[in-house]
């Protein structure tokens, strides 16, 4: 008999209990991989952006604007090498006043340049003509624009958080995404038609906020403290930095409710820990007597210890890969493509990674380990006369 | 019917297994219980800053006060019969933005902090605010301030310290105030023509807040106001304003809790229908000695369903005492309106409690149902036979 033949005869002695305990298992993964996935997901729009693009937005608020002559120091290559090109943009405040979608980004952006930085999304380059051509034409992702139910073409009415009354914009073009991160819910229209408004003489002549493409992204640190210190003497000054952190700026009180997620998602291991500690605990009381006989016909202790120890690991890695198995068909195959389908905004792409999964793996082994230890140091310490003594 | 006291002699013979399955039931309980806590924090925080007859003026089309914008003309808006006067003024103008500040902390890590620029009546239309420490900011001056609920958490923002909201335009933090637990507690408050000086926006406000001279008023107070044709603004209810903006919040925080716990309570329902599974089959000589001292199949299945739900009591109670501790800690959130970091209070409710113990009885039936009638489908002889 060796270790291995034993545990695995032993697993089925008690059939309900140890599929209870699977199921147990293989649920607890599930939800560990479904709030990992979450975290990364939540994460992910952020930590994919490119790493050759710096985002200048004002020091103080993200709200302040900025002059639009500071475009033209950033693409002065005497001024601050490294910058291959840079455009702008002004956060517009979009609502859809038909109230068919909550939320979506609505920007303001540089018709000649935009989609030059913004190299991930992918637009025709006719709707790019036809953009320069139109002063009110608007470009949309392709989910967006499902969403609000338009079609190159046709007129759409927008409203804002910011400017006051309706704006009418054309729909000049769809872009699609060549990353799978690109987020496809915003719309962008020309500046310049921003600009022009009456309405937005508050803003006239000012930006959101530069994004610039950079020659090394190794440099990226150096090249934002350039342009930092470029106009730290004027009135706005200014902040750099990685498209990334410029993206969780927005999220920046959204990091504690990311510390609660690792907080639950140890939870449920904690909990899958207790239901498989009592399990193994239940089945190691009901054999005292039988490793108590495995004691006295010569087995010593440290082989009671690797049968328990390696009925433990067994059951959890089974019920482990169960739940990669749920996780890859529920999460990867059904509820994901939905978020991502819905909830672009926030979570443009939306599957369990393969680092979570193996992280969730090498969680199930450790609480194996871990919950069938206590049982296994007690029953290979107990003495051969106590077990076999032993009435339950 | 089988005494109780068998049930919990049972439960305490069998330690480890106890422990380990109510253990399970009190971490559910403990997770559902902190979200619906922070959700209830998040609403009082919110919610406790309005007032019903009090009335904020946003412009049309602004769900808040941050991306808001009224002229200086606002003052007309106050001039009104329905309008009460609040320390000699009618109407009560204030600037909203939010800064960027860095955390305290060490991490390096940004977020945003809202700034409020108001007047010396705009904190006497507030009575709940109290300075707990430093002092009053100087009118026309660049005194500020800050929250208790903040204070300390930025860099620059704490009592003593100074930030820049513009380029050698300081603000100087001289003092913290409460607000009765209010969101208010999570803002910094300033001098309204010096951060418009500052700002370089002298001619508009954010918001306006009116107080009306009967809560009855606030209908013909909105149609006077909302059909003006010098303004174009709306006018709400400032207890409906904040309910609307933590609708957002505490939806999030409670629904997302509420899956999670629910998620959760499979992995410890299944727990617990493991250990009573594990009794009963333990039990059955037990079960069957029962029977023929007379007990009936009804009342070892209620013996059973009893242990259960004791069990999986016992573990929210333990969960709930827990959670409790929780009280004492405060939780930054993000305000979704303003982009900016409130901190709430994990707040207990009766009712949280007594859902918290509803779900673990629920918990308790649905493990232990199964094996309670397995239980009671012992035959008698069978069993006593071994």
Redesign the interface.
Known sequence: VNIATYARRNLFR?R??TI??L??IA??VL?FN??RTVDHAWKAGAEEAAKDRLATRH??????LLPKRYIDDMRDPSKIPGIKAATWANWF?A?DPRGRTQFFAGFAADHLTWFDVMDEMKVEPAALEEWQRTNNGAILGDLLAKTLEVKVGDDLTI????Y??DWKFKVVGIYTPLRKTADRNTMVFRWDFLNNDSRST?SKEQIGWVMSRIDDPTKSAEISRAVDKLFDE????T?TMSERAFQL?????????LS?FDL?SV??L???M??L???I??NVR?RAHEYGVLRAIGFSPGWVFGFILGEAMMISLAGGLAGVALTMLLINGAIGPAIEENMSAFFPYFRTPLPVIALSLVGTLVVGAASGLVPAIGASRRKVTDALRRV? | MVPVRYNVRSLIVRK??TL??A??IA??V??FAAAQMLGEGAQRAMVSSGRPDNVIVL??????E??S?IGNDFKKLGDRPEVAQVAGVGAIGEIV????AERADGSG????VLVRGTTAEGIAFRPEVKIVSGRAPKPGTNEVIVGKAISGRFKGVGPGQRF????NRPLEVVGVFTAAGSSYESEVWGDLDVIRKY?GRES?VSSVRIRLTDPSKFEAYRMAVEGDKNF?VKATREHDYFQKQSEGLSGFLTGFGMV?AI??S???M??A???M??AV??RSKEIGTLRALGFSRRSILVSFVLEAVGLALAGGVVGLVFVMLLSLVS?????FQT????VIGFHASPQIVVSALIFSVIMGLLGGLIPAIRASRVSPVEAMRG
């Not at chain 1, 020091?59 to 302040?64: C, E, W």
């Not at chain 1, 920046?252 to 409710?257: E, L, V």
């Not at chain 2, 412009?59 to 808040?64: C, L, P």
């Not at chain 2, 939780?331 to 305000?335: K, L, R, S, W």
Request: aromatic share 6%; glycine share 10%.
């Open positions: 008690r309900g209990r209870l305990t199921i147990t649920v607890a939800i479904a709030i020091k103080v608020s993200i709200t302040m405040g609502k409203a804002s958080d910011i006051p009354g508050f004027r009135d706005d000054q902040l700026s927005f999220l920046g009180g959204f990091s504690a409710i609660a639950v939870v449920i904690l909990i899958m207790l239901v500690a009592n399990t605990a239940m009901e339950d | 480890i297994t380990a399955t253990g399970g971490l559910v403990f997770v412009r049309k089309g602004s769900d808040a941050l991306p914008g933005i939010v800064i960027t890590g940004i977020s945003n820049e909201i513009r380029r700002l508009v174009s999670i998620l959760f499979i992995a410890a299944l727990g229908a493991i250990t599974n594990g089959a333990n939780f930054p959130v993000m305000n982009f900016s970091e409130i």
